[in-house]
Each structure stands twice: as structure tokens, then as C-alpha cells.
């Protein structure tokens, strides 16, 4: 009855995300007590109140365009389109077209980058971004960008990477931009 009811949540979450979820049946059926407490974790990576939905999406894809360009990065783009966020801006992410975003997306964005390579700029955008939304869109920030990185290496480790790929906003196909930020 169990394995049923595992079952049909990742069925779910499939279609939601539209990515396959064959890495966490694998999980559940090497070590149930560890896909238990990983399920714990996923809603922890979806926490948003006080960031702005744009906001929080694109941090959410510069953090795992930094470990993934393939389905983990399709599946963040998918959830963001479901929850509204408008195309052109997460084309603009997808394709890191700093241009096409306004100052404070723009800004998440960077940070995002920044934190995800380790590179002290992070240090310059913090306040600012702070002065925009407050402590908690900071925490926010923090919880969306170490999550959003936790599955392309659950799914690396459990045999599921993939290669970069072409990614699918609405009707549109486009080529991630993998340049890197100092490069750009």
C-alpha cells in the first residue's frame, strides 16, 4: 500500500514537473528511510512568501544552471512557468539575457550566479537586494538557491545525469547560455 501511494506522488510530480522521477524510485527502493526524509526536503526548496515570483525563479535557474543544463534545469523552468512566471523572462534566464530583465530580477539573478560560483560579488548584490525585500527575501534567496542544487547532484550520484540539452519554454526551444558570468 505503500509503494503505491510512492508511486502515485511521483506520478504527480512528473506531470507537474514533466521530468522523469526514476532516480527517487530508485531511492525508495535502496534505502526507503532516506527517500522519506529526501521528501521532507522538497517542499523546503519551493518556500517563497516575500521574494517576488520572477525573482525567485530566476535565482532558482542561474543556481542549477550552474550544477545542470539539462532535464533538472527543464523541470525548474516548467515549475515556473505553472506558477506564472512569464515566458520572456525565463527565456532571458534561461539563455542568461541580462538585457532583457529589469534591475532588481536582473540583480537576483546575478547574485544567484555569484553564489553558485563562489565568487564574492554576492557580497555587493546582498544589500542591495535586501534593501528591496528585507531579511526574509534573503533567507528566501538562500533556501532556493542550496535546493535548487541538490538535485542535479542526487541525480548525478544515482546515475541520472544527463548532458546539456535544448530547453522547452512553452512552444519555444532554446539553447541554454553557458557561458560563464566573468565571461559575459
Known amino acids: 500500500m ?41 517542499p523546503m526548496s519551493r518556500y517563497r512568501k516575500r521574494l517576488p515570483i520572477e525573482a525567485h525563479a530566476v535565482a532558482r535557474i542561474a543556481a542549477v544552471h550552474a550544477e545542470d543544463c539539462g532535464p533538472c534545469l527543464q523541470t525548474v523552468v516548467n515549475m515556473a512557468s505553472s506558477a506564472g512566471v512569464p515566458a ?20 537576483v539573478f546575478e547574485f544567484a550566479e555569484a ?10 548584490l546582498r544589500p542591495l537586494i535586501e534593501s528591496w525585500w528585507g531579511k526574509a527575501a534573503i533567507a528566501e534567496l538562500a533556501l532556493a538557491i542550496a535546493s535548487t542544487r541538490v538535485f542535479p547532484t ?31
Not at 173 to 183: E, F, G, I, K, M
Open 2 to 42: 505503500l509503494k503505491a501511494f510512492v508511486e502515485k506522488s511521483l506520478r504527480r510530480q512528473e506531470e507537474i514537473t514533466g521530468e522523469p522521477t526514476d532516480f527517487l524510485r530508485d531511492i525508495y527502493e535502496a534505502a526507503p528511510g532516506g527517500f522519506w526524509r529526501f521528501a521532507l526536503f522538497v
Open 88 to 107: 520572456d523572462i525565463l527565456r532571458a534566464a534561461v539563455m542568461r539575457d541580462l538585457g532583457a530583465m529589469d534591475k532588481r530580477t536582473r540583480t
Open 115 to 124: 553564489i553558485a560560483a563562489r565568487d564574492f560579488r554576492s557580497e555587493e
Open 154 to 184: 542526487v541525480k548525478r550520484v544515482m546515475g541520472y545525469g544527463q548532458a546539456c540539452s535544448r530547453v522547452v519554454i512553452g512552444h519555444e526551444t532554446v539553447r541554454a547560455d553557458l557561458a560563464s558570468p566573468r565571461a559575459a
